[in-house]
Structure formats: C-alpha cells, structure tokens
C-alpha cells in the first residue's frame, strides 16, 4: 500500500508485522519490524530491478544513522557542516538563541542582499534542518518570510 501524503513510501501490513519501503530516485530505504521480510525483499528485488545492498543505515538524503543498545539517533550536523562552508561561515560562533530576542525584524531593515539566489538557497536548505533541530524553527521561519527581498539584516 502506498502513502497517502508520499509517493514514494510504500507498507506491508501483515499479521503480526509491517515493512516499509522509501524509495529516492535510485536509493531504496527498508525497514520493518521483522528481518525476514527484508531479506525476502532483498532476494526478491534483483529480479526486476538491478540492486546492490549496501547494508545498515548510515547516510541518507543529508540525514545520518547512529545506533546505540535499541536506539537510532539521527543527526544532520554534516548537512549543516557543508551548508556553513558553502556560506564561507564554517569559522562563525554558534549561539544559543539563532535570532534575536525581542526585536521585530522589518523588510526595510538593512542593505538589499547581493546574491538573492544564494539567500533563498540557503534559506530552503534551513528548512530541511528543521526535520532533526525543531529548536531553529521559528527564526528559519522568520527569514522565509523575506525571501521576496532579502536584506543585510535578515
């Protein structure tokens, strides 16, 4: 059965188990309650389509795997890590609070941004760190909402 909200997360109910599959334009991500069906899926697949296992969950779409006793943690601080070097921001201090508190943010603050298209860039790649940092939600937020004009300030 496929997702209801994403094209391309499929699910095997079973009785007493489930399987799930994403699929990324050519990178398959599986995982299920019982091993036996992944390996069956496994066996199954080159059939029709060429695969390679490439085992255990590490890294995937800028989102890292790491396992500890029942757990698995995961992170994006490479992601973010590219994302300060592509911006030549690597060497910045980090902050507690990612924006200012208490003070309103107005579209006529500041110089108009040089390269639009790098804002907006950098901008929607901050978006998809929310998934794993909630905590930086708010001020990525605030500057989505100046992408139309970006200034120095935002």
Do not use: W
Request: with cysteine.
């Amino acid at each position: 059965m496929s997702s209801r909200t994403d094209s391309s997360l499929f699910f095997l109910y079973e009785r007493t188990s489930i399987l799930i599959v994403l699929v990324y334009v050519d990178d398959i991500l599986i995982t299920r309650s019982s091993a036996s069906q992944v390996s069956k899926l496994i066996t199954d697949l080159p059939n029709t389509f060429a695969l390679r296992d490439l085992g255990v969950l590490s890294y995937f779409l800028g989102v890292e795997a790491t396992y500890s006793n029942d757990a698995i943690h995961f992170s994006q601080s490479k992601y973010r890590a590219n994302l300060l070097a592509k911006t030549d921001m690597s060497d910045c201090k980090p902050t507690k609070t990612p924006s200012t508190i208490g003070k309103s943010i107005s579209q006529y603050d500041g110089e108009p941004f040089e390269d639009v298209t790098l804002y907006r860039s950098m901008v929607g790649a901050l978006q998809y760190v929310t998934m794993t940092r909630p905590d930086v939600s708010f001020a990525i937020n605030k500057a989505c909402q100046f992408m139309h004009q970006p200034t120095t300030s935002h």
